[in-house]
């Protein structure tokens, strides 16, 4: 490692070095050892998370969130297409519909196989009456 690639990954990840890269460490640590100057960048990146750790967190409030969209809009900016939940619950409403049609049209035929031999039965059950003529009944 040299001292470019450590200003570089002091830069991204701060002083510290379990921050850094697996792979990283062991050769920062030899580079640590052998360059004062090495040192030094480890020391100015120290001080700079301190800086950051110390400052005050920003507080959002709307007011700033509502300008903050004005100036997007103003810049031309749209909101990026979002998944709408309705066209999930219509397309989930499609199956479930679909899912009952063809239940009732199964239904239906299976309920037309089920009764042919009652039907059956009851044709030949009447057929083989002996009794009353249709033309007497009927007139």
């Known amino acids: 490692m040299n001292r470019d690639r450590l200003i570089e990954l002091a830069d991204a990840y701060g002083a510290d070095l379990r921050h850094w890269p697996e792979g990283e460490r062991a050769a920062a640590r030899a580079l640590l050892d052998a360059d004062p100057a090495a040192r030094d960048v480890l020391a100015q990146a120290a001080a700079l998370d301190d800086l950051l750790a110390a400052a005050p967190r920003p507080v959002v409030t709307a ?61 030949l059950y009447q057929a083989s009456l002996a009794g009353v003529d249709d033309v007497e009944v009927l007139g």
């Open 63 to 123: 007011a700033l969130r509502d300008r903050v969209i004005a100036s997007a809009a103003k810049a031309g900016l749209r909101p990026r297409a979002r998944f709408h939940i309705g066209r999930l619950l219509w397309w989930s409403g499609a199956g479930w519909a679909a899912a009952a049609c063809a239940g009732v049209v199964f239904g239906v035929g299976l309920t037309t196989h089920v009764t042919a031999d009652a039907q059956v039965e009851a044709v």
